[in-house]
Structure formats: structure tokens, C-alpha cells
Nanobody, 114 residues
Framework: QVRLVESGGGLVQAGGSLRLSCAAS????????MAWYRQAPGKQRELVAA???????NYAAAVKGRFTISRDNTKNMVYLQMDSLKPEDTAAYYC????????WGQGTQVTVSS
């Protein structure tokens, strides 16, 4: 059974940094593309960043240049380094694993104060 567990969220001031982590289990992690999504109250869930099995990355325009997605296949982990955070980055952040099926973590809250 595939399981994703996010961690690393919290409260930070604007301009600060956070690093989110997502631990995957129950699958051959290196064979799966991974992504981070976020959902703010009253808004739809949106893609933040994605990374292929080969390490090719893709970012939403709103975070490009500030966020970095990475993965460690030896640890079954995917990370999201978030720098220069803005209040509009406030949201619940979710890890997504894409294989034959799609799997989501439970989410971790990021709150950026102005």
C-alpha cells in the first residue's frame, strides 16, 4: 500500500524559508514521478512543482526562482525548498505520487505572515 507523509510546514515571516519533506513507502519510489501541490482556503488545488524519475523539474510561474523541488531515491524522499516566502504562499501543501494510480499525502500547512 502506497503511503505518503509530508512534514516541515509551519509559520514563517515573509521573506523566510521552509523545507517540506515527503516520505514515500509501499512502492518503488525511483520509478515514479512526484509533485507538490498546494491549496489555499476557498481555492482549487494547484500544481507547485514536479520532478520526473530522471530529475527533470517543472514549476508554477508563481514560485519559479523561489522554490526548488528535489528527490532522493535512496531515501524515498521528495523535498520542496521554499525561499523568499510570500503571504500568498500560505496554503496546505500536498505531496503527490504518480504511477498507474495517483496517491496523495495528508498535507502540511504553511502559513506566511506579512
Amino acid at each position: 500500500q502506497v503511503r505518503l507523509v509530508e512534514s516541515g510546514g509551519g509559520l514563517v515571516q515573509a521573506g523566510g524559508s521552509l523545507r517540506l519533506s515527503c516520505a514515500a513507502s509501499g512502492t518503488i519510489f525511483s520509478l515514479n514521478a512526484m509533485a507538490w501541490y498546494r491549496q489555499a482556503p476557498g481555492k482549487q488545488r494547484e500544481l507547485v512543482a514536479a520532478i520526473t524519475t530522471g530529475g527533470i523539474t517543472n514549476y508554477a510561474a508563481a514560485v519559479k526562482g523561489r522554490f526548488t523541488i528535489s528527490r532522493d531515491n535512496t531515501k524515498n524522499m521528495v523535498y520542496l525548498q521554499m525561499d523568499s516566502l510570500k503571504p500568498e504562499d500560505t496554503a496546505a501543501y500536498y505531496c503527490k505520487l504518480m504511477s498507474t494510480n495517483t496517491y496523495w499525502g495528508q498535507g502540511t500547512q504553511v502559513t506566511v505572515s506579512s
